[in-house]
């Protein structure tokens, strides 16, 4: 058994096999996941799982260079814009780019995995980009 919190096979296998700049994208329930790009679907129903929870279990296994954001979650959802600062502030997503929701959607379809969650709050997404450890 892991003693790390991620328990999700298809989630550890995704993490484990990352290489320095590879992007991972954690969104909500609404994220269009484009043709070709993995979805690895934890949603359960509205809320759970909730997107902060499953974005602070993956940044437990996964090193994280910089992340990105669309703007628009600065109007809409400041709420979870504030998690995602303190989260930064603890140096665990590095610097932050922002991008239009549309560009964000575009940039989604160069990650290496979608992990849905039941988030049901708006723009509540973000891409990983992988670091390394050395």
Known sequence: ???????????????????????????????????????????????IPDFVSTLKVVLSEMQVESHVLACEIQEKNPSV??????????????PREWLSHEQFKILSGQARAIVRTGECQPYCNVVLIAGVTF
């Open 1 to 47: 058994m892991k003693k790390t919190p991620l328990l999700n096979v298809a989630l550890s296998r995704l993490i484990a096999s990352l290489g320095h700049g590879d992007k991972v994208v954690i969104g909500d329930a609404g994220l269009p996941v484009p043709p070709g790009v993995e979805l690895i679907d934890l949603a359960l129903t509205r809320g």
């Open 81 to 94: 814009l504030s998690s995602l600062d303190g989260l930064n502030s603890e140096g665990a997503l590095g």
